[in-house]
């Protein structure tokens, strides 16, 4: 009958055997996946390991307690030239041996799916793996992308625990990565509507855009050929959705026909015979200097009128629409008890009333008349007399007058 032991007792002797039975209560793994035995670059062909504690339990009744109390660096061979590589850190205790050491285990290069070495543990050599290291072909140095930490996979290291304290880290790793994956599914999916959501509403757009835009392509089409558009068109386009801007002091409003005027195809504007009076109704007078008959700006029927003339405003006897002739006032004057010869005559405006004869030298030997002389210039023209006023000076222009 083998002894049970009880550990530990006073008094009785203990050897190593005995205590590996006290370290077996705790599973295999670091103390703390913060700080022991954590990997870090230190070259660009080194690691380095930090001190640290663990536990290894090669068998059910046989524990082990590792401690390291400084860092340790590692060197690494180069990579394949071809193919890619992974290779492991692990922490190996060797029973035969008596001891634990660092180890970097090469994985066998492979270009298609290269493989992480596989980890020794059995009652005699018993692996610890901290780190994976990927090792792409040709590389001369390691970056942090390369480096993975594995001490809290419990399948190759994990985390220490016991009965009382123990940590199922790949139970909760387990449900850290489902969390992880739910939240994942859940932003892809969002992220799928948001990118439906505005696909469908860039689509509605554009389909808004190349309806407008076949829309705009006919009106520009229809402008190119010479159309226009009809009153109905214009009003259903326009009319009840555009509102005129209003005017100020400084800028001028819109403009808009009333129902006094109507529009052709064309642009002409018509007076439709509503209240509203045209620039240039009948009887108007328009002067310019262009020989142009305003017919082609107004419209209408006109007769060019007063050549040689000027205007001049009505009055009770002159009324408008009547035309005058040049005259001048009269120039009269009379001269009399005047001497002249003896049969005097005038001509023109100049007349001789006689009113006797008699003789003028000493001797009574010349006869002479005597009588009135006046002088009135209508008799030379009827330009005389026939005005008020003299003709002032002029500025010629071409005057018309609007008949119909």
Request: glycine share 10%.
């Amino acid at each position: 009958m083998s002894d049970i032991i009880t550990y530990p007792e006073n008094g009785i002797t203990y050897d190593a055997d005995d205590a590996s039975g006290y370290l077996a209560t705790r599973q295999s793994g670091v103390y703390s996946a913060e700080e022991d035995f954590a990997v870090s670059i230190s070259g660009e062909l080194s690691l380095t390991v930090s001190a640290g504690q663990a536990w290894v339990r090669p068998s059910r009744f046989k524990g082990r307690s590792i401690i390291m109390e400084q860092p340790t660096t590692l060197a690494l061979t180069a990579a394949d030239p071809v193919r890619t590589r992974i290779d492991r850190v692990v922490l190996r205790y060797d029973a035969a041996a008596r001891k634990t050491s660092l180890q970097v285990l090469e994985g066998t290069p492979d270009s298609a799916s290269p493989t992480a070495p596989a980890i020794t543990r059995t009652a005699l050599v018993y692996d610890l793996c901290l780190a994976e290291i990927t090792r792409p072909a040709g590389s001369t140095a390691i970056t942090a992308a390369n480096l993975t930490d594995t001490r809290a996979d419990e399948t190759v290291c994990g985390v220490m625990r016991d009965g009382v304290t123990g940590i199922p880290t790949a139970q909760l790793i387990a449900q850290w990565q489902a969390a992880q994956a739910a939240q994942e599914a859940d932003a892809r999916q969002q992220t799928e509507n948001q990118l439906t959501a505005a696909q469908q509403k860039f689509d509605a757009q554009m389909s808004t855009m190349q309806q407008q835009s076949g829309e705009l392509s006919a009106e520009i089409k229809k402008l190119q050929d010479g159309g226009f558009y009809t009153k109905e068109e214009a009003d259903a386009k326009f009319g009840k959705l555009y509102t005129l801007p209003a005017a100020t002091s400084t800028a001028l409003g819109g403009v808009k026909l009333s129902e006094d005027f109507t529009a052709d195809e064309d642009g002409t504007l018509h007076l439709a015979g509503g209240t509203a009076l045209g620039p240039y109704p009948v009887g108007s007078i328009y002067q310019s200097t262009d020989a142009a008959s305003p017919a082609a700006l107004f419209g209408g029927t006109w007769e060019q009128i007063a050549s040689n003339r000027v205007l001049m405003g009505t009055t009770d006897s002159s009324k408008a629409g009547f035309t005058v002739e040049a005259g001048l006032p009269n120039i009269v004057f009379n001269l009399n008890d005047n001497y002249f010869g003896e049969s005097p005559t005038g001509t023109g405006g100049v007349s001789v009333s006689v009113r006797g004869s008699t003789y003028l030298r000493s001797g009574g030997n010349m006869p002479a008349a005597y009588g009135n002389v006046s002088f009135d210039a209508s008799g030379s023209s009827s330009i005389y007399g026939n005005s008020r006023t003299v003709q002032p000076p002029a500025y010629y222009v071409y005057i018309w007058r609007r008949v119909a």
